[in-house]
């Protein structure tokens, strides 16, 4: 760069805009750079320009229009790397660069969702265009999300079919020989909280690792889960249920979410993309209790929750070879509230409310395991109830 723009390392605060250094972090060289004046500093081809009252020229990856902020309330030009996705930049002698961490994550969120943000405009690479008609006259992406979520169903439906039965047949034939009492409680508590948490999951996504991954953990979380039920361990049987509830949670909430991020709020398509979406879920619903009930009957209990784990594998497979490719960034960055300390104070209150519940639970498997407390299906069950009608009048208080 010249005409006499100064780099100001890392470290240092820059002079010509007091406090700029608290807002992406200070940059560096080949990282994001900071200079007072216009657009036209900004004359790397590596990088765009963000925080300006205009655009004279559309960088590559941009669409003119309107930005504000905290850069363009000070004045300045912050110039961030084009490869936005990746998070990547060019050094001076051309040689790739990849952005400190601390530095990546605080400019990847104002780039998306924080104070450096568009008005009346988006990032090309965040809405696949209204052209975009290869899969039944919609994004290729919701073909993805499709299966993905079929294969979910599939693999869900599938557990459920077998869990009640699975738990009350006799050991001898290679039941658990639960009591209908047991069993069933064990059944109403596990699909209570399936659906229970997914508003911790949803919050997970929106704050802390974004739609993307969540569903990419849930379905690991679910493979896992499954694979755990057709073990012959009793201990493995809980875990696998907890590692269900956990996955599903993450996963469920959060795939339907991308696609509704597929399309711009003026898409006429965004309804009927739903319609074929929820397909996808009569169709994994149809077929698995078919499929997984027959194989667990029939041949082998064990062997019908590892062919409803099969099916996760194959969602999780076509949503990893297709995702990156496909949903384009929808998903993929958490939400934010436009203030970066506020988000950072949520996602740290967050994170210690799930720690702390996660530290219970395994205080309370501890003990029960001892022997010290006693703790039984029909117990957590009624317990359950109690734990909704809290949730209820919580989230009515709220809202009132």
């Known amino acids: 760069m010249d005409g006499g723009n100064q780099e100001f390392p890392v470290g240092r605060r820059w002079p010509d805009c007091p406090g700029a250094d608290e807002i992406l972090g200070c940059g560096s060289k080949g990282d994001i750079r900071a200079w007072p004046g216009q657009a036209s ?16 020229v559309a960088p590559k990856g941009f669409r003119p229009g309107l930005y504000s902020g905290a850069a363009s309330r000070l004045g300045i030009t912050i110039c961030l790397p084009l490869v936005v996705r990746s998070f990547s930049s060019h ?22 969702h924080g104070a450096i943000k568009p008005m009346g405009q988006t990032l090309t690479a965040t809405i696949p265009p209204a052209t975009d008609t290869r899969f039944f006259g919609h994004p290729r992406g919701l ?37 209908v009492v047991k069993a069933g409680s064990i059944y109403g508590f596990y ?20 739609q993307r991954r969540a569903v990419l953990y849930g379905g ?32 469920k909430p959060n795939v339907s979410t991308i696609v509704g991020q597929l399309y711009s709020p003026e898409d006429r398509r965004r309804d009927a993309a739903f319609s074929i979406f929820y397909m996808g879920i009569n169709v994994g619903a149809l077929v698995s209790p078919l499929i ?19 099916g996760m594998v194959a969602g999780l497979t076509q949503y990893l070879l297709s995702g990156s490719k496909l949903l384009g960034e929808a998903g993929l960055h958490p939400s934010s509230t436009g203030d ?26 501890v003990l029960a395991s001892r022997g010290v407390i006693s703790i039984t299906a029909e117990t957590i069950s009624n317990a359950l109830g109690w734990v909704l009608i ?11």
């Open 41 to 56: 500093l900004c004359e790397n081809a590596s990088y765009a320009p963000l925080g300006l009252s205009h655009f004279p």
């Open 91 to 112: 050094t001076d002698s051309g040689g790739p660069h990849v952005l400190p961490k601390n530095v990546r994550n605080r400019a990847s969120s104002a780039i998306f």
């Open 143 to 179: 073909a993805t999300l499709f299966f993905t979520e079929m294969w979910e169903r599939y693999s869900y439906y599938g557990t459920r079919a077998l869990l009640i039965l699975y738990m009350t047949a006799a050991t001898v034939h290679g039941g658990l020989g639960f009591s």
């Open 191 to 210: 699909t209570a909280m399936v659906y229970l948490l997914g508003m911790p999951g949803g919050w997970i996504a929106d704050r802390i690792i974004g």
């Open 220 to 251: 690991i979380l679910i493979s896992v889960g499954n694979l755990c039920l057709a073990s012959p361990s009793i201990t493995a049987f809980y875990a696998g249920l907890a590692l269900l509830m956990m996955g599903t949670g993450l996963l």
């Open 292 to 310: 997984c009930g027959w194989v667990g009957e029939k041949i082998n209990w064990r062997l019908g929750f590892a062919v409803s784990a099969l």
């Open 340 to 365: 970066l300390e506020r988000d950072q104070r949520q996602k740290r209150s967050g994170s210690l409310v799930i720690a702390g519940f996660l530290f219970v639970i395994v205080v309370l498997a």
């Open 390 to 400: 809290a949730l209820a009048a919580a989230v009515f208080s709220w809202m009132i």
